[in-house]
């Protein structure tokens, strides 16, 4: 059978909902229409999308593999029908946290001087390609390694990783602070964007403890409330100021590269000259 927009949209809300009576209340349908559609593109796909033996409906592998092409296809049909593109197409660039550091500003205002008719729109996306991969941007400015498939990078350049503390915490009356420093404090990890794990500290002599975010303002958060102490590059300090916070050198671990990724499939035909500009910008 033909695969339409229909079935993309019903996997997406069972998916989001994780319920079929909610996904269906939600897409005004019955329920059974609904898990009609659903066996429809399971069976067009030749795989399982949905657990269905718990009440929560939980995505199986092949389901949320499925789920990121789903989004990058209905994102892309959304774009190509938005009727305001026709007369411009915004050139989207994704990023978690610090964009290109004390680079954006003035990137954005050389794009601005050199295409006028293509706008740039830097957009923060709180994903691990900052909403590449689910066809939200573009091309995205993205920290450490990327492993994503279908996705191709460029090492613009590396940073030099700080210590991020309260500003009365005893960590900020040091000129520089080690890993070793770090470990009798809680640790601020995000989980969803951040390049800091645990690994980063040698086996014996890990955080005492770690608390999870999922965002760069629950990080800040957390850190200025005294709770934790947290890692990030040198990129941070000015993109994020903040009274309750204090930065120091973190003087004996590895610098994080940045990089620019964009998808290997064909995209946005103004992604060669961000590409182009991104490199002359950072090499100053």
């Known amino acids: 059978m033909t695969i339409e927009l229909r079935h993309l949209r019903a996997?997406?809300?069972?998916?989001?909902e994780g319920n079929?009576?909610?996904a269906a209340a939600r897409l005004h349908i019955?329920?059974?229409?609904?898990?009609?559609?659903?066996?429809?593109?399971?069976?067009h796909l030749g795989a399982r999308l949905v657990d269905r033996s718990t009440h929560h409906l939980r995505l199986t592998a092949e389901g949320r593999t499925f789920r990121d092409k789903a989004l990058a296809a209905?994102?892309?049909?959304?774009?190509?029908?938005?009727?305001?593109g026709l007369r411009r197409w915004p050139l989207r660039l994704g990023h978690t946290w610090a964009a290109l550091g004390d680079h954006t500003v003035p990137l954005l205002r050389r794009w601005d001087e050199t295409y006028p008719a293509v706008p740039l729109e830097l957009l923060r996306v709180d994903d691990p390609t900052a909403g590449?991969?689910?066809g939200k941007v573009d091309a995205a400015l993205l920290r450490g390694e990327v492993t994503a498939p279908g996705v191709r990078t460029e090492v613009l350049m590396s940073e030099?990783?700080?210590v991020v503390v309260a500003a009365d915490s005893p960590l900020a009356e040091l000129p520089r602070v080690t890993l070793g420093d770090l470990a009798a404090y809680p640790i601020a990890l995000n989980t969803v964007s951040g390049t800091t794990t645990l690994d980063l500290w040698p086996p014996g002599n890990r955080p005492v403890a770690s608390i999870e975010v999922t965002n760069t303002d629950e990080w800040i958060i957390a850190i200025a409330a005294g709770r934790a102490v947290g890692v990030s590059t040198s990129a941070t300090p000015s993109n994020h100021a903040h009274p309750s916070l204090a930065y120091r050198p973190l003087v004996d671990a590895p610098p994080v590269p940045v990089v620019l990724a964009w998808p290997?499939?064909?995209g946005h035909p103004a992604v060669a000259a961000l590409r182009a500009l991104v490199r002359d910008v950072v090499a100053g």
């Open 20 to 22: 079929i009576t909610r």
């Open 11 to 16: 996997f997406l809300a069972i998916a989001d």
């Open 74 to 84: 209905l994102a892309a049909v959304d774009t190509a029908l938005d009727p305001t």
């Open 264 to 266: 290997e499939r064909p």
């Open 160 to 162: 030099e990783r700080v």
């Open 132 to 134: 590449l991969t689910r």
């Open 30 to 43: 019955g329920q059974p229409a609904l898990s009609r559609t659903l066996r429809q593109l399971e069976d």
